[in-house]
C-alpha cells in the first residue's frame, strides 16, 4: 500500500533554476538509500524501536482489556503534550469515532481557565485520567494533573478504578502520584521518544479507547515500512530525505511546507511539525517546518509563497474527493457561478488543490504531490511511517541525532529553575 506520491516538480527541469537538479539528486538518494538499507539491518536496535512497533501486536491483548474498561465511561481525560498527545489528537480527528464510545478530551496546555474549562464538560464520576509521561517529570502534565485530579475526586471520579499513568521505568514524580491515588501503571517503551510514539502504547491505546482500528493502524505502518525498505534509494521517505537537503544546500531552501487539502488532517500538520522541528534542528541543521491547511490558506499563506521568497518546498496532500459531498445546483441564482453548477464538494476540494499546486510549479517552487485514496487506519499507519522513515533519512543525511532535543532538554531545565527560586522567596 505505498502511498502515491509525485515529486516531478521539485526537479529543474519540470520547473527550470528553482528546481533541483537530478544530478545533485541522484548521490542524496543513495545515500539515503544506503542509509535505509542500515535501518532494515539493525531494525531490532532501540533507535529503531519507533518504527519496529509497526510489526508487533503481542501488547494489543492487555491493552484491549483496558480500553473495554475505559470504553464503558462517558469521557476520559488524556493529559500530555507535544508527542505524547499529537498523534492521538490526530488518530480522533483524522478517523470516524464508532457512536457509543468515550469522548477523548487531550489536555496540553497551561491555560490557568484549562481546567475550568474542562469540568463544565464531564461528569467526573463517569470520566477515566491518562497521563502520558515518558519521563515522569514534564512540568506541564504533572502540573495539569496535579491542577485536575483534586476535581475530579471531588466530583466522584474512581481513579483507582480509571485513572492510567503511561511512563518509563524508573521512580519518578508520575510514578508517586500514580501510587497516591491507587492508579494503574503502563510501561511507556523507554527507547521511544514522545514525537515517535503513536504507533505505541500512547497512541494506540487511545485508538482502542475511541474505537479506532489500532490494528489496521499498524499494519499499515508495517506496510509503508517493507515497501520502503524493497524499494530503498527509490523509495518515497528516501526520495524525499534527498530533496529536502538538496533543496536546501543548493537551493537555499529553508522552509518545508505541509499543506493537507482536507480538514481531518489538520492535526497530522502539529504532529508533523513537532517531528520535523525537534528531530531535524540541530547543529545549525534542518529547515522550518510549516503547517497549512487548503483552501483556507489559499486566502492567506498563498499570497507569501507566491509573492514572497522563493526558499519553501511545498508538499501538497490531498485524499480522494471527487464525486464526494452535494452536488451543488448554482446557475440558477447567478450566471457567474455556472462553472460550479453540478460539480460535488468535493470536485471543489480536489481541483483547489490541483489549481494550488500547479500554479506554485508554474512560479518555479517545488511541489511534492502526495495523494491518498482513502483516510482510514492503515492509510493513516502508512502516512506515520512515511514521515517518521522520511525525518530520519534527512537526519542521517544532515549528519544529526533524529533522536535526541538537548535545546528543548535546556529550556524546561530552565523553567523549572525559575519556578524553584520563585518559590524560594
Known amino acids: 500500500m505505498p502511498l502515491d506520491i509525485d515529486t516531478s ?15 545533485l539528486f541522484a548521490p542524496l538518494a543513495e545515500r539515503a538509500g544506503a542509509a535505509l538499507a542500515g535501518i532494515g539491518m539493525h531494525i531490532d536496535h532501540p533507535d529503531y524501536a519507533p518504527l519496529a512497533w509497526a510489526r ?14 475505559l470504553g464503558s465511561l462517558s469521557d476520559v481525560i488524556a493529559i500530555g503534550i507535544g508527542g505524547s498527545s499529537l498523534g492521538t489528537r490526530t488518530l480522533l480527528a483524522a478517523l470516524p469515532l464508532p457512536a457509543g464510545r468515550p469522548r477523548i478530551h ?8 484549562a481546567v ?6 464531564v461528569n467526573p464520576a463517569t470520566t477515566g485520567l491518562l497521563l502520558i509521561s515518558k519521563s ?21 471520579a474512581d481513579l483507582a478504578r480509571n485513572g492510567i499513568a503511561i511512563v518509563a521505568p524508573g521512580i519518578t514524580p508520575l510514578h508517586k502520584l500514580a501510587a497516591h491515588h491507587g492508579m494503574t501503571v503502563l510501561e511507556h ?34 506496510v509503508a515500512l517493507d515497501h520502503a525498505l524493497e524499494q530503498g534509494a527509490s523509495s518515497a521517505p528516501a526520495e524525499g530525505a534527498a530533496l529536502s537537503v538538496g533543496l536546501q544546500r543548493e537551493m537555499k531552501v529553508g522552509t518545508s511546507v505541509l499543506m493537507a487539502y482536507d480538514d481531518r488532517l489538520d492535526a497530522f500538520g502539529l504532529w508533523f511539525r513537532q517531528l520535523w522541528a525537534e528531530s531535524l534542528g540541530k547543529d545549525g541543521q534542518g529547515t522550518t517546518p510549516v503547517r497549512a491547511l487548503g483552501p483556507v490558506d489559499q486566502h492567506s499563506q498563498v499570497q507569501l509563497y507566491l509573492g514572497g521568497p522563493a526558499d519553501k518546498l511545498f508538499t501538497i496532500v490531498t485524499v480522494e474527493s471527487l464525486g464526494h459531498g452535494p452536488r451543488l445546483a448554482a446557475k440558477d441564482i447567478d450566471p457567474s457561478l455556472a462553472y460550479i453548477d453540478g460539480a460535488t464538494v468535493g470536485d471543489v476540494l480536489a481541483y483547489s488543490a490541483r489549481a494550488t499546486a500547479e500554479t506554485l510549479a508554474k512560479h518555479g517552487r517545488p511541489v511534492r504531490r502526495m495523494h491518498l485514496p482513502r483516510l482510514d487506519a492503515e492509510i493513516l499507519g502508512a502516512l506515520f511511517m512515511h514521515y517518521m522513515l522520511e525525518t530520519i533519512l534527512t537526519a542521517r543525511l544532515l549528519n544529526v541525532d533524529p533522536f535526541d532535543q538537548p535545546a528543548v532538554d535546556e529550556g524546561k531545565q530552565l523553567a523549572r529553575d525559575y519556578l524553584a527560586a520563585a518559590q524560594r522567596r
Request: include cysteine; hydrophobic fraction near 45%; glycine fraction near 14%.
Open 116 to 121: 475550568d474549562q474542562l469540568m463544565t464538560t
Open 9 to 23: 516538480a521539485c526537479f529543474a527541469d519540470t520547473i527550470g533554476g528553482a528546481g533541483l537538479p537530478r544530478a
Open 56 to 69: 508487533r501486536s503481542d501488547d494489543l491483548p492487555g491493552l484491549e482489556r483496558h480500553a473495554r474498561h
Open 189 to 222: 517503551p523507554p527507547t521511544v521518544g514522545g514525537r515517535y510514539s503513536v504507533l505505541s502504547i500512547t497512541g494506540v491505546l487511545p485508538a482502542l479507547i475511541a474505537g479506532i482500528d489500532a490494528q489496521g493502524l499498524r499494519r499499515g505502518a508495517a
Open 136 to 156: 515522569g517529570s514534564t512540568v506541564e502534565v504533572m502540573v495539569q494533573a496535579l491542577a485536575l485530579i483534586p476535581r475530579l475526586i471531588a466530583g466522584g
Open 106 to 113: 487531550c489536555v496540553e496546555g497551561l491555560m490557568p481557565s
